[in-house]
Every structure is written in structure tokens, then in C-alpha cells.
T-cell receptor, first 114, second 111 residues
Framework: GAGVSQTPSNKVTEKGKYVELRCDPI?????LYWYRQSLGQGPEFLIY????????DSGLPNDRFFAVRPEGSVSTLKIQRTERGDSAVYLC????????????FGPGTRLTVL | GQQLNQSPQSMFIQEGEDVSMNCTSS?????WLWYKQDPGEGPVLLIA???AGELTSNGRLTAQFGITRKDSFLNISASIPSDVGIYFC???????????WGAGTKLIIKP
């Protein structure tokens, strides 16, 4: 079946602009995660959804970052007033239950802030 | 806080060679996970370890859960070109859903 998909695959924006990154999880997966991966680093946890609600958003770096999952499927990560330091690969993962060893990752969106 | 340290940072090897890499922490982990990430892709789970001292294989890959529960090792035997990529170790936090990740070991095969 289809895996996790993320769009766009690449996004180039200017400092100060607003961006939205989309994640389509595997059908039927109730849990969804967003991670940020900087060059030469492992993924860094941002937020975890169980269904429509954000069960844990402790990894969001500041209030410029926000994520939604209104119908419990597709999720959008929103970044306001982008800064050059936001440049990274943003990974999405979904899981049938949320347990940490059952995460299936998408290919990521590479965000570049000029 | 909890941190995972991976070494080496990168490895240049010849095709056919065996590879060893490790992951250490100052904290105890009850589970160790090893992932591989290819360029332009997300990480894929290779091996999961749940018990101190456990040795688990997946094809040419073998991973061990250190007896102190503060380290884990991944070995790849007879490397082939498709083994190229970045290998990450990860372990769970106190929650049952969140992982902490190492910085990765990059495997490069010399032509």
C-alpha cells in the first residue's frame, strides 16, 4: 500500500514568509509525528498527534510553529515569519498506534529559508 | 537530558568489508532501535532490541543491546554498495511514543 507522503518535496522561501508543509499518513494510522532534521543530525521531535489532537507539542521550538490535523488524517505544519535557522528537512511519520517502534517515515520536505 | 552519541561519525570502507558502529549514552535505555536513512528518504527501522545482552540479526546486519543498557552496537557483514547511507540509533524517552536520536554514522563505500 501507499506509504507516508509529504508535499512539497522542496520549498524555498524568503525570510519572514509563511509556509505550510503537508503530510499524508498511511491510511488508518491514528498517530502522526513531525520531526525536524538539520544537516548532520538525527531527527528532532516536534509534535505528536493521536487522532485529531496534539498529544504532545513540547518539541515545537517557539510560537511561530503550529501544526494541525483537523480530520485525524492529513496534517499541516505551519511556520510563520520564517527565519534562516528554520532551514532543515521536516519529516513526518505515522504509526498505527503511536508506539515508538512502529513509526513509518515520509521522505521529508526540505525547507530552505533565504 | 538524555543524549545518544554515535561513533564513528563517518566510515569509508571497501565493498566486501565488515562494518562496526556503536551508540552510547550516559542514561539507561530499555530499548535500542537502529535505523537507516537513504538520501532524500526518511529513516527505516532495521533492528529493534528490547533486552540487555540481546543479540539480533536481520540478514547481514547484527545488533547487540549492551549489558549495561547504556550502549548498543551494529555490525554489517560483507558490505555491498546499497549499504551506503546514514545509520541512526534511537531510544525511547519516558513516554511510549517519543524517541531520542543519535547524530548518525555515515557509511561510504570507496569505489
Amino acid at each position: 500500500g501507499a506509504g507516508v507522503s509529504q508535499t512539497p518535496s522542496n520549498k524555498v522561501t524568503e525570510k519572514g514568509k509563511y509556509v505550510e508543509l503537508r503530510c499524508d499518513p498511511i491510511s488508518g494510522h491514528t498517530a502522526l509525528y513531525w520531526y525536524r532534521q538539520s544537516l548532520g543530525q538525527g531527527p528532532e521531535f516536534l509534535i505528536y498527534f493521536q487522532g485529531t489532537g496534539a498529544a504532545d507539542d513540547s518539541g515545537l521550538p517557539n510560537d511561530r510553529f503550529f501544526a494541525v490535523r483537523p480530520e485525524g488524517s492529513v496534517s499541516t505544519l505551519k511556520i510563520q515569519r520564517t527565519e534562516r535557522g528554520d532551514s532543515a528537512v521536516y519529516l513526518c511519520a505515522s504509526s498505527p498506534s503511536g508506539f515508538y517502534n512502529e513509526q513509518f517515515f515520509g521522505p521529508g520536505t526540505r525547507l530552505t529559508v533565504l | 537530558g538524555q543524549q545518544l552519541n554515535q561513533s564513528p561519525q563517518s566510515m569509508f570502507i571497501q565493498e566486501g568489508e565488515d562494518v562496526s558502529m556503536n551508540c552510547t549514552s550516559s542514561s539507561i535505555f530499555n530499548t535500542w532501535l537502529w535505523y537507516k536513512q537513504d538520501p532524500g528518504e526518511g529513516p527505516v527501522l532495521l533492528i529493534a532490541l528490547y533486552k540487555a545482552g540481546e543479540l539480533t540479526s536481520n540478514g547481514r546486519l547484527t545488533a547487540q543491546f549492551g549489558i549495561t543498557r547504556k550502549d548498543s552496537f551494529l555490525n554489517i557483514s560483507a558490505s555491498i554498495p546499497s549499504d551506503v547511507g546514514i545509520y541512526f540509533c534511537a531510544g525511547p524517552t519516558d513516554s511510549n511514543y517519543q524517541l531520542i536520536w543519535g547524530a548518525g554514522t555515515k557509511l561510504i563505500i570507496k569505489p
